[in-house]
């Protein structure tokens, strides 16, 4: 930090004290050469996070656009109101917690699908059903199968979202 007076480098912190935002910390500093006093301001930066698309292409983290990809899959499904977001939450401290600053989609697909797999699995299969596409019913039949084989036997509604979800 140069001294706005005299340019020097040589400068120390006098006073250090949060605002009243808490993501702020404002510093008295004194140059050590002129003796010149000012203030600084110091704020966090939120990390970039960058999700790279199968195409190659990025854009940044859509927090809100996960969650209503969930919300969607969730529609009408015995769950808490907060479902969706919570694990929209979850998903993205995941991802920051590891430090990473670009993210695969296709890791963003797999994290959101083990998550609704634990919340419900008719979600579980809407979700996957678009964002995994799947070929033909075969695909959807042995995806249905694991969730059988996961679970022993349960009903299962097979009554699938239209794609038109997709993105
Ligand atoms: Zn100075």
Known sequence: MRCPQCG????RVVDSRDLDDAVTIRRRRECGACST???????????????????????EFDRDKLASGLRKAL?????????A???????????RSEGMTEVPSQRIGQMAMAKLRILDQ???IRFA?????????????????????ARGT????????????KR
């Open 129 to 149: 059903s678009v964002y995994q596409s799947f070929e033909d019913l075969e695909d959807l039949k042995r995806e249905v199968d694991s969730l059988y084989d």
């Open 8 to 11: 020097d480098r040589d400068t």
């Open 75 to 83: 529609t009408r499904r015995p769950v808490p109101e907060t479902a």
């Open 37 to 59: 006093r000012f203030t600084t301001y110091e704020r966090i930066e939120a990390a970039r996070l960058v999700v790279v698309k199968r195409d190659g292409t990025r854009q």
């Open 154 to 165: 349960i009903a299962v509604d097979l009554r699938v979202e239209p794609k038109a979800a």
């Open 85 to 95: 977001e919570q694990a929209a939450d979850e998903i993205e401290a995941e991802l």
């Open 122 to 124: 008719i979600a579980y």
